[in-house]
C-alpha cells in the first residue's frame, strides 16, 4: 500500500544539485512525507520531513508543491557519498498507531 | 546508546529452526519498530510498539512471527520454524515519538534460510 511514486534511478555529477522527485496524490491532510536515503548494506538514514511547509536542514532541502501532492528532495551540491537508494515515504497514524510506507525508492548515483 | 543496535548482525538459519533477533533503541526512545527488507526492495512495516504496549502487529506475515518489548526498552523479534521466504533483512528503528521527531534505524539482522 505504498503511497509514493519516484523515478527508479537518476543520475547526477558531483557538485551539482541533485532534484529527486516524488508523487503522493493520494496524500492525506495530516500526513508527513519524509525522506530517507539508504546505502547498501546499512539501515536507512534520515534525511529530512515535512507537512506542507518547505524545509531546509544541513543535509538538504524539500520542497512540496502547495496542492501537497508531489515533493521535490534537492541535494544543493551532491558528492560520491551520495549515491544511495532515496526513499519518500508517507507517515501514516491510525488508530494509535503510527508506520512509515515505503516505496521502491529511487536510485540515485553522483558521477564524478 | 548513540544509535539503535542489532544483534546479531547476520544470522543464518535451517529451515525450521527458531531464531530470536534483538534492537537496542535509543536511549528514552518511545516508538520502537521493525520492518521486513527483502532484496531490492524498500522495508516493509512489521510491527510497532509505543513503550512496552504493542500497538500494530498488522505487518507480521503469520503466526510464526513474533514480537515483545517487555520493559519497554530492548525488543526482540522471533520467528518460529523459520522458512526460506523468512529471508531478508530485519530492520529496528526508534523515535522520540510524535510527527516532529525522525526514526533512527539500526542496521539490520540478515537471516537467511537455508
Known amino acids: 500500500d505504498a503511497k509514493t511514486t519516484q523515478p527508479p534511478s537518476m543520475d547526477c555529477a558531483e557538485g551539482r544539485a541533485a532534484n529527486l522527485p516524488c508523487n503522493h496524490s493520494?496524500?492525506?491532510?495530516?500526513?508527513?512525507v519524509y525522506w530517507y536515503r539508504q546505502i547498501h548494506s546499512q539501515g536507512p538514514q534520515y534525511i529530512i520531513h515535512?507537512?506542507?511547509n518547505n524545509e531546509t536542514n544541513e543535509m538538504a532541502s524539500l520542497i512540496i508543491t502547495e496542492d501537497r501532492k508531489s515533493s521535490t528532495l534537492i541535494l544543493p551540491h551532491a558528492t560520491l557519498r551520495d549515491t544511495a537508494v532515496y526513499y519518500c515515504i508517507v507517515r501514516l497514524t491510525q488508530g494509535g498507531s503510527e508506520k512509515l510506507v515505503f516505496g521502491k525508492g529511487t536510485k540515485l548515483t553522483v558521477n564524478p | 546508546g548513540a544509535g539503535v543496535s542489532q544483534s546479531p548482525r547476520y544470522k543464518v538459519a535451517k529451515r525450521g529452526q527458531d531464531v530470536a533477533l534483538r534492537c537496542d533503541p535509543i536511549s528514552g526512545h518511545v516508538s520502537l519498530f521493525w520492518y521486513q527488507q527483502a532484496l531490492g526492495q524498500g522495508p516493509e512495516f512489521l510491527t510497532y510498539?509505543?513503550?512496552?504496549?504493542?500497538?500494530?502487529k498488522s505487518g507480521l506475515p503469520s503466526d510464526r512471527f513474533f514480537a515483545e518489548r517487555p520493559e519497554g526498552s530492548v525488543s526482540t523479534l522471533k520467528i518460529q520454524r523459520t522458512q526460506q521466504e523468512d529471508s531478508a533483512v530485519y530492520l529496528c528503528?526508534?523515535?522520540?515519538?510524535?510527527?516532529?521527531?525522525?526514526?533512527?534505524f539500526g542496521s539490520g539482522t540478515r537471516l537467511t534460510v537455508v
Open positions: 510498539f509505543q513503550n512496552e504496549a504493542q500497538l500494530d
Open positions: 528503528a526508534s523515535s522520540l515519538g510524535g510527527f516532529f521527531y525522525g526514526y533512527t
Open positions: 515535512g507537512l506542507k
Open positions: 493520494t496524500i492525506s491532510g495530516n500526513e508527513y
